[in-house]
């Protein structure tokens, strides 16, 4: 980590470069202006990183030492190590112990030396600067065996830390290799066989059953099970018809079908997805910043301490040098912060990527930071907890011999409408397999409902309101109709011009998964989940116990959700809004973290929030909250541990209990553990149901 933030400051001072910018997490170096590519690359070896432009990724593949260079060089010097030891002291050759203790330092440590040469011309005394002091400094002093365990200590460090980073980026490798790089299009009548790149909208896709969708686009020929897991994390896969959208990536399991692409390759989801997760991991989180402002002054600080330690109880108290020189080389050991550096963005790159890879967006690691301490979490109703659309709950038979009577009546009537309630009913009716009767005369009541004659006699369906001014209200009527809206419901009246035939109720359906969802989310440890609506307190209510919320502000306009976030907020400190990420935009901008459900192919819900459900899915929420809960609980655990280790290492050296391979252990050692505790988080994954 602490390499690469120097290779980006160096490839920010080539000339010609306006902007230089490294994503530690996705290996991404991003450079703007009129610069020699080679110049970046120079930069790069200086660093011991390979750098080359985007386009040439994957061409060129590493041979085996280039690949294994680390594990190699450290087996090597282990060899050399090892091998000095035994004839040192098994032998009693001690001169060819040397030289094999030497060949141990220059294997393991030439790269370390290499990139501290150039850190010492630009006065920055980096780790690998130290690390080549304490090298020299114990051969100087004739602790050869010492610094030969350094220089095999630090490599072989370096190589688990190199190992353990490529896991946390693979999260992201993985994103990327979702998508096929050719598809099988038909164009101009002809089939041919495409890379994606020169795929444009409007070519048709053939997708065979058990292919990858390349492109985003719709389906216009066949249906499918399609498997969305790779963008929406949705586990059971899900019916395509024609005019059914779907993404690149994404599995066709069944049958053929032909899609009709609708985006380029670099616009698809699964390129939007990547790009975000990208930026995401690029962004530091609250706790980085403070822990690289803590970095820069706690260095110099240490450094200079071990100056003191090495010159002070010589000079000023008389003291032997060796001993001190050798406490002092510990010292700067144990100095660079390696551990505490590397604590945090391991940790950010690990979650975001596995919440990628479950369909959950988190757009940096600040929102993934406050998430993790949100203490309430506020809904919409409509299209959050409700499945945004009426249904038909209740059917009630008056005049008529049984519900399907009236439901057939009420359908053939409304089948002729456009409003959401009349297709509601016609939905029901198609449901239960009745077939429409004919309708004459049909005429939509504006705000009321609609009349028409069926076989010859006159009916009508309305709201409560026209059955008033028909006068055919009865109290009987009147009570079945008030119950019914006290529930939440949207009552309509079938009758003809004598009688009054049925009661039909409809109402937006709570999601199947609200009432779980909310309870597991109080298993992880939030306080209160509230619910914020535009609709009536009746049905708001009603919704509100079905879920098992805590509290909902019914009746509310933008403004007013808006200023319902901005009060929890004062009152429990740190909030989540979960909405649609369009109608309800203010609301998530207000609130501490913004989260929006449906994001696959909705651009507005992507560029809202600060988290995106990719799919339509509540349940994807206690996920979200495990997974960032840990992810600060990781970091807290890594920082204690990473100063505790320095605190204890640096109070062993005054009495000189702390050897110089001690040192590098606590340090190095140290890194390398609180990254393997960091990419546990690819380990947390959704509950299957």
């Not at 353990?164 to 290799?177: F, G, H, N, V, W």
Request: proline share 3%; aromatic share 6%; charged share 20%.
């Amino acid at each position: 980590m602490d390499c690469a933030a120097k290779f980006e400051k160096e490839v920010a001072a080539i000339p010609g470069v306006t902007r230089a910018e490294l994503n530690f997490g996705a290996s991404k170096l991003t450079v703007q202006g009129a610069f020699d590519p080679q110049a970046v690359y120079l930069a790069g070896t200086r660093h011991d990183i390979v750098a080359r432009p985007a386009y040439e990724k994957g061409q060129e593949k590493q041979s085996f030492f280039a690949e294994y260079k680390r594990v190699i060089i450290s087996g090597l010097a282990g060899c050399a190590l090892l091998s000095g030891w035994v004839l040192q002291h098994t032998q009693g050759l001690t001169s060819a112990a040397i030289l094999l203790y030497i060949a141990a330092m220059v294997i393991g440590g030439f790269s370390t030396a290499r990139k501290a040469f150039f850190s010492i011309r630009k006065l920055n005394f980096d780790m690998n600067v130290l690390m080549t002091i304490a090298v020299i400094g114990a051969a100087a002093i004739g602790e050869w065996s010492e610094g030969a365990s350094v220089a095999f200590l630090y490599s072989i460090s370096n190589a688990l830390e190199s190992f353990t980073m490529e896991k946390a980026r693979q999260s992201i490798r993985e994103l990327m290799d979702i998508a096929p790089r050719e598809a099988l299009v038909r164009r101009n009548g002809e089939e041919i066989c495409l890379a994606v790149d020169e795929i444009r909208v409007g070519d048709i896709l053939i997708v065979k059953p058990g292919a990858k969708i390349a492109m985003d686009g719709k389906v216009i020929k066949g249906t499918s099970a399609v498997n969305q897991a790779a963008i929406t994390g949705e586990s059971v896969p899900v019916e395509k018809n024609v005019g059914d959208e779907v993404f690149a990536g994404t599995l066709n399991q069944e049958g053929a079908i032909e899609v009709e692409v609708t985006k380029l390759v670099n616009d698809t989801t699964i390129a939007k997805i990547i790009h975000m997760v990208e930026e995401a991991q690029a962004q530091r989180a609250p706790s980085q910043k403070f822990i690289d402002r803590f970095a820069a002054v706690y260095t110099p600080i240490v450094i200079a301490l071990a100056i003191g330690v090495v010159l002070i109880p010589p000079l000023v108290f008389g003291r032997p040098w060796s001993p001190w020189i050798y406490r002092g080389l510990a010292l700067l050991v144990v100095s660079c912060p390696c551990a505490l550096v590397v604590s945090t963005p391991v940790a950010l790159v690990s979650a975001i990527g596995n919440a990628a890879r479950n369909g959950v967006l988190i757009k940096g690691g600040v929102h993934l930071e406050e998430m993790g301490s949100v203490a309430v979490i506020a809904f919409d109703k409509t299209g959050t907890l409700t499945v945004g659309r009426p249904a038909v709950i209740d059917i009630i038979p008056v005049t008529a011999k049984d519900e399907k009577q009236v439901l057939n009546l009420a359908a053939s009537i409304e089948q002729f409408s456009e409003h959401p309630l009349a297709k509601a009913i016609v939905e029901k009716a198609r449901q239960e397999k009745l077939a429409l009767l004919p309708v004459e005369d049909f005429t939509s009541l504006t705000g009321k409902g609609a009349r028409a004659k069926v076989k010859g006699k006159r009916y009508f369906i309305g709201n409560p309101r026209l059955l008033d001014e028909l006068g055919m209200q009865t109290k009987e009527t009147g009570q079945v109709v008030a119950q019914l809206q006290e529930q939440g419901k949207t009552v309509m009246v079938v009758g003809d011009e004598e009688n009054i035939v049925g009661i039909i109720a409809v109402a937006d359906i709570v999601r199947e998964s609200a009432a779980r969802t909310i309870r597991e989310l109080k298993q992880a440890g939030l306080r209160r989940a509230v619910m914020l609506t535009g609709d009536n307190k009746a049905t708001a209510k009603a919704i509100a116990e079905k879920a098992g919320i805590d509290e909902f502000h019914a009746e509310l306009l933008p403004q007013d959700k808006v200023a319902a976030v901005n009060n929890l907020v004062n009152k429990f400190g740190k909030v989540a809004m979960v909405g649609d990420g369009i109608n309800d935009a203010p609301a998530l901008a207000a609130a501490t973290v913004g989260i929006a459900m449906g994001g696959a192919g909705t651009d507005t819900a992507l560029e809202t929030a600060d988290i995106a459900l990719m799919a339509d899915d509540l349940a994807k929420l206690p996920f979200l909250v495990r997974l960032s809960r840990a992810t600060l609980s990781v970091i807290k655990q890594n920082i204690y541990f990473a100063v505790v280790i320095k605190l204890i290492a640096v109070v062993l050296i005054f009495p000189g209990w702390l050897m110089l391979w001690m040192a590098i252990l606590a340090d190095t050692g140290a890194a390398v553990l609180v990254t393997l505790n960091a990419i546990r988080l690819l380990r947390i994954k959704p509950e299957l149901y």
